[in-house]
């Protein structure tokens, strides 16, 4: 590994560490919507940085999607789109703008059908301020 490379893996690993600091930052801001993933605590060692979540059995909005063949019925379309828009709503009035809302960071709840959904992944979130911009 030369000097270059060795410059970006700690830049990556400040990046990173910087990141995870600011998805707990928001995790612990986040408050009183069904449809956000509960937070219960934070935890770092030397190499890691652990984040404790609610428990979500179902598996992800894009597995599902494939799981259909890419096919969802008008109404269940219309109950996953509007879990969606309410909770980035709440997220909205909290300040927080998510920044990476994909099939792949909604869980749902279990397994069984018509099961309230979670937003995950903050690590890309960040708090937005009027007047400020995001980049």
Do not use: W
Request: net charge negative.
């Amino acid at each position: 590994m030369n000097i270059v490379e060795e410059e970006e893996d700690e830049m990556t690993s400040v990046i990173a560490i910087e990141d995870a600091c600011r998805e707990v930052k928001v995790l612990k801001a986040l408050f009183g919507h069904a449809n956000l993933i509960k937070f219960y605590d934070a935890f770092e060692d030397v190499n890691n940085v652990y984040i404790v979540m609610e428990l979500c059995e179902g598996g992800e909005l894009l597995d599902r999607i494939i799981d259909r063949g890419g096919r969802y019925p008008e109404d269940d379309s219309k109950a996953i789109i509007v879990q969606i828009i309410v909770v980035v709503s709440c997220c909205h009035l909290q300040g927080v703008v998510h920044r990476d809302l994909k099939p792949g960071n909604f869980l749902f709840v279990s397994k069984e059908e018509n099961v309230a959904m979670k937003v995950i992944d903050f690590g890309l979130s960040n708090f937005v301020r009027p007047g400020n911009l995001l980049n």
